[in-house]
Each structure stands twice: as structure tokens, then as C-alpha cells.
Nanobody, 123 residues
């Protein structure tokens, strides 16, 4: 079992930046594929980025060039750096861990989820 806890959300003005963290416990995530998703009110959960240990990072077009992902296996933590934020980025952000490496864009490809952290971007 892997437990995931996101942090770093908050309120930011458009054009600003936030860095989200996803701390894992229970098992090392070094051989898990990690992903970030978000869900805005009234909308479906949206894929943002997947980061496999051999496949590297793959971003959704909506965040490509603005978001970056990194992982610190020693700290068992994954980070999502979000720059040039827009009001449409407002959502609850979730990290997830999956067992199979590769480009994993679908939520059902992840076995473990965090509780989410709120991000609000004001105009």
C-alpha cells in the first residue's frame, strides 16, 4: 500500500506560481509511475502529467510549457511546479501512483491517490 499526501495548494494571482508536493509513505515510489490530475467544480478529473521511472514525463497540452514535474526518490516525494497560472487552473489537484511504467493518462491506470489540495487562481 502507498499513502499519498498532497500539499502546497493555495490562492495565487493569475501569472503567479505554486509548487505542489506529493509525499508518499508505505513503500518507495521509485518504481511507481506518478501522475498529477485535477478536478474543477462540475468537471471531470483531468490528466495533467505522468512521470514514469523509465518513460520520463509526459504533459497534457493544457499545461505543457507551464508545469514541470520532478521526483526525489530519497524523500519519496514528487513535485509539481506550476508557473504562469491562469484562472482556469483553479481546481483540486491530486497526485496518484501506478504500478506499471509508461505514459499513463487515464485515472484508472493509477492504484493509489492522495486526498487532493486546492488551488485557486484569481484573475
Amino acid at each position: 500500500q502507498v499513502q499519498l499526501v498532497e500539499s502546497g495548494g493555495g490562492l495565487v494571482q493569475a501569472g503567479g506560481s505554486l509548487s505542489l508536493s506529493c509525499a508518499a509513505s508505505g513503500r518507495s515510489i521509485s518504481t511507481y509511475v506518478m501522475g498529477w490530475f485535477r478536478q474543477a467544480p462540475g468537471k471531470e478529473r483531468e490528466f495533467l502529467v505522468t512521470f514514469g521511472w523509465t518513460s520520463g514525463a509526459y504533459f497534457a497540452d493544457s499545461v505543457k510549457g507551464r508545469f514541470t514535474i520532478s521526483r526525489d526518490n530519497a524523500k519519496n516525494t514528487v513535485y509539481l511546479q506550476m508557473n504562469n497560472l491562469k484562472p482556469e487552473d483553479t481546481a483540486v489537484y491530486y497526485c496518484a501512483a501506478g504500478l506499471r511504467d509508461g505514459i499513463r493518462e487515464r485515472a484508472e491506470q493509477y492504484a493509489y491517490w492522495g486526498q487532493g489540495t486546492h488551488v485557486t487562481v484569481s484573475a
